[in-house]
């Protein structure tokens, strides 16, 4: 019995032990299969050096001083022990005792298990701390203070820091605890509160112990006033982000004193090592408590409020150029060019045909009502769903478009529930099929996007959306692990009254050999990779398919934009995704309102083969110190943004999170004059839009536009910027407007044009405002938004073209039946003084602008034919007022029309619920 319940309890360690491994073991296969093992490596054996170093030096410190104080110990509990038992002890029994072994044993475990425990945690917070110091990248730029390198700041002050916290802390609490037992046991008195005087402390055999503890701690105290120095340049005081007149003034000063009587207090504890002299340790003790409080806490805030506050500008006006310097160029808004852009230029017909590619490119489908339309019409089965749709371009028949692409990924959580079976879930509904994709500007007689790629197979008449390869094993729906290759077919696509089916053929996947297996079966507690006959030896395991969880889990030092979009290259799906290096360690950089960061490039694009799941990490931009520093870390990883293929290359974007962030960021530091910065006279804010009745921040939106100056066009992103607004004061009137180009060897370029300050030009709201007050035009929107139907007014796209803008907003009316799609019914066109609301946007440019305004164009459909506007013979000055009154009665039979049949969609609706 005793021999099987050994083997049981053996049996039983040996299992959790392989149980507490197996995940570590998944990801070293999972590493190693990739091709990233040094990333993989790299972190782990970092950390354990670290932690064995900082551990080893912990428990020689926290060992050293319990086994100096063991002797004490064993004497305090047996002595208390003998008084307190003596009345109930058994007189035939031996009184208990400490014996000096078990005491050792005791406090060597009780060291060990509190200095490795520190040193875990600061292991895992501060390897990569530790990684960047040793391969810091230079900035080839100073701080204005200290003319100390950024790098100084960006990897050598976090190291020093983390190597500060990972001592001090332990021996502070080593310290005072230690001081604490000496006190309860007796072995230190306090004779006196007059500690100067002496012999007002007798500390007896502990004096020597407290020397060496407190003279270290003094020397790490000095060592962190140092570092203190330099975290002045990331204090708040005011207006101001960094130091400022109060820090530079006082507290600079201040931490500089404490440094010496910390040196001082450390020299005097290790001088009592060898003198009886108890004020050695008490009075600089009590001196850095006394003098830190008076001159670092007491001081400053007087300065502050009675010098600083009353003139603050005057005192703080340098200390707000280096915050401005810094910032703009913590979020790269000194790279920004400006550009003045006249923004009342007459739109002539000559300027219009010479930006017909942003007229061809004109987004009347936005992303919104249209995922809910791909879902509907796209979506093909329940397990099918359209997570996103991603705005793209694509060079089609020769021309530059715009292009909106949603891929088709398997939804396992919308199978049926009697469907969700293990096999299912697990080897037959595998991966998700192909994608959809629209022109921009594509819309139906229906007001539906007109599919450029349709249906499961793919259809598409263009060659350019032609996939060889359209499954998609690896996605942002794609949240759990399957087994690839099995004995069962997995599902590839519906076809007919079957299914077609098919056999994974990526590169990428976990194979299941015996070892593998039993591995992977603890760490997903599953017998089934042993019960299911299904599993053979070429099967493979896919493991963190959700793209997004892939690149975190393989370089999670980066920062991920959380809007991955997908392409088409080469046939195959892939997916981009941006990432960033970010830092909150900037000198006088304000941090980002949403991220804790102050410093932020887009340095790396990651590109996921939506198929096989192989991830490329390219620098796209190499001279960022951060990432070049990185490059050192992990040399190999990081490919040159050179080697990417042009095809990807093309579809590179300019990322709408950092758009945001800049944007955000230049409301405030676009002022780059202290005195109007300090006054905020001149602050922005984003341009506000309508969306479902209520004002919201216009989203940064792409599109295909001719730069003002250049001759092609480019794919841009662009935002509006009104006046800042107060609760009183609204202004929405444009001031000016920023873009980011992405095309070629311009990718990256930020311009900023900017509005002449003496006209005033509508921005977005103001347009949104006038649309609502136009007779019109609300008299049909009210009527279509009435019981049954809703208007849905999509985004407002403010254009700038020829010196001026066009204004466009799409109109939407959906029924309020559940299931029902989002329709475009009419297209707003604004134009300075000029509203209209048309069919469609070739009638709206012909009503604005006469019969030779140019046309929008569609690929694979035909330029569509406006209808002439009507227009009143000059020869009678009776004729003019029938033909308006005519026009009037066809408007006003028009919309009794379309309320007719919205009326009657409502009434089919109805009677369709009720019959059987």
């Known amino acids: 019995m005793s021999r099987l319940f050994k083997f049981l309890i053996t049996f039983i360690i040996l299992l959790s032990l392989l149980t507490a491994s197996s995940g570590l073991f998944e990801d070293w296969l999972w590493f190693k299969d990739l091709g990233y093992t040094q990333l993989f490596w790299t972190p782990i054996l970092s950390k354990l050096l670290f932690q064995a170093v900082n551990g080893t030096i912990l428990f020689i410190f926290i060992a050293g001083t319990l086994l100096s104080i063991r002797h004490a110990i064993i004497t305090f509990v047996n002595e208390r022990l003998r008084k307190r038992m003596r009345l109930v002890q058994d007189m035939n029994r031996p009184i208990f005792s400490l014996s000096q072994r078990k005491v050792t044993l005791w406090l060597l475990f009780i060291s060990a298990v509190v200095s490795f425990a520190v040193s875990f945690v600061a292991g895992f917070t501060g390897w990569l701390d530790i990684l960047s110091f040793i391969h810091a990248t230079p900035f080839g730029q100073q701080d204005p203070i200290f003319n100390k390198d950024l790098s100084f700041y960006f990897f050598q002050l976090p190291f020093l820091k983390t190597l500060f916290n990972a001592f001090f802390g332990p021996l502070f609490l080593l310290t005072l605890f230690t001081t604490i037992f000496y006190i309860a046991t007796g072995v230190i008195r306090f004779r006196s509160k007059k500690l100067w005087q002496t012999g007002a402390v007798s500390m007896g055999s502990a004096r020597k112990h407290l020397a060496l503890l407190i003279g270290i701690l003094f020397a790490l105290k000095a060592f962190g006033y140092y570092l203190d120095i330099y975290q002045l340049l990331y204090s708040v005081h005011g207006h101001v982000v960094g130091a400022g007149y109060t820090d530079l003034t006082a507290t600079l000063p201040a931490l500089r004193i404490l440094i010496v009587i910390s040196i001082l207090g450390s020299i005097l504890a290790f001088v009592s090592l060898a003198s009886n002299e108890t004020r050695f340790l008490t009075l600089p003790v009590v001196s850095i408590f006394v003098v830190g409080l008076l001159i670092n806490g007491i001081v400053p805030a007087l300065l502050q409020s009675f010098v600083v506050l009353p003139n603050e500008l005057s005192r703080e006006q340098p200390y707000i150029q280096h915050e401005i310097e810094l910032t703009r160029f913590g979020f790269g808004l000194d790279k920004i060019t400006e550009v003045e852009y006249p923004g009342n230029t007459p739109i002539t017909i000559s300027a219009l ?78 991966h998700g099929f192909g994608a959809s994709a629209s022109f921009a500007n594509a819309v139906t007689s ?190 190999g990883v990081f490919k040159d943004i050179a080697s990417l293929s042009p095809s990807l290359k093309s579809h590179l974007r300019y990322p709408e999170t950092l758009f945001n962030v800049q944007s955000n960021a230049l409301k405030t530091f676009h002022m780059t004059n202290p005195s109007v910065f300090y006054n905020k006279e001149d602050s922005w804010d984003i341009a506000k839009e309508l969306f479902d009745a209520k004002p919201q921040s216009v989203a940064p939106y792409y599109t295909i536009m001719k730069i003002p100056g250049e001759d092609k066009p480019e794919f841009v992103l662009m935002l509006p910027f009104t006046p800042a607004s107060s ?22 370029e930020l311009l900023l044009y900017k509005l002449p300050k003496n006209i005033e030009v509508d921005g977005p709201l103001q347009i949104e405002s006038r649309i609502d007050q136009d007779p019109e035009i609300s008299k049909e929107l009210s009527l279509w938004d009435q019981k049954g139907s809703s208007v849905i007014r999509g985004n407002l796209l403010a254009l700038p073209i020829g010196g001026n803008f066009l204004y466009v907003e799409p109109i939407y009316l959906q029924s309020d039946k559940g299931g029902s799609i989002p329709e475009m019914k009419q297209v707003v066109l604004a134009y300075q003084d000029h509203l209209v609301m048309t069919d469609n946007l070739g009638l709206a440019l012909t009503q604005l602008f006469g019969e030779d305004a140019p046309q929008p164009t569609t690929p694979g459909q035909s330029t569509p034919v406006p209808v002439p506007t009507p227009q009143a013979p000059t020869t009678s000055a009776q004729t003019s007022p029938n033909v308006t009154s005519i026009t009037d009665q066809m408007n006003q039979i028009r919309a009794l029309l379309d309320s007719l049949e919205i009326q009657l969609k409502g009434l089919q609706g109805d009677s369709s619920e009720i019959a059987p």
């Open 353 to 430: 045909k010479a930006d017909q590619s942003t007229l061809n490119n004109i987004r009347l489908n936005d992303a919104k009502p249209m995922l809910q339309t791909y879902n509907q019409k796209q979506g093909i089965r329940l397990y099918y769903k359209f997570h996103d749709i991603d705005i793209d371009r694509y060079t089609v028949n020769g021309e530059y478009r715009q292009v909106m692409i949603g891929p088709r990924e398997i939804s396992t959580p919308d199978l049926e529930e009697t469907a969700k079976t293990f096999v299912n879930m697990r080897f037959k509904y595998t």
């Open 446 to 635: 229906e007001g539906l996007p007109s599919f450029a790629i349709k249906d499961v197979p793919a259809v598409s008449e263009f060659p350019e959306f032609k996939m060889s390869e359209p499954r998609i094993y690896y996605g942002e729906l794609t949240n759990d692990w399957v087994v690839a290759n099995t004995s069962v077919k997995e599902f590839d696509y519906p076809l007919g009254s079957a299914n077609a089916e098919n056999t994974y053929q990526g590169k990428t996947g976990l194979l299941l050999t015996p070892l593998n297996k039993l591995m992977l079966s603890l760490r997903h507690a599953t017998l089934r990779f042993y019960l299911a006959t299904q599993v053979n030896p070429d099967s493979k395991l896919l493991v963190y398919r959700n793209i997004e969880v892939r690149v975190q889990k393989l370089a999670p030092f980066l920062t991920y934009d959380s809007d991955p979009y997908i392409v088409i290259d080469d046939g195959r799906l892939k997916w981009i995704i941006d990432a960033y290096t970010t830092s909150d360690a900037l000198p006088y950089s304000n941090l980002n309102t949403s991220q804790e960061f102050n410093y932020i490039r887009n340095s790396v694009k990651v590109i996921v083969d939506a198929n096989d799941g192989t991830v490329d990490f390219y620098a796209s931009d190499p001279k960022d110190p951060i990432l070049m520093t990185y490059m050192k870390i992990f040399p």
């Open 727 to 748: 609760a009183t004061n609204s202004r929405n009137n444009m001031v000016s407007w920023m873009a980011a180009r992405m095309d070629g060897a311009h990718y990256g």
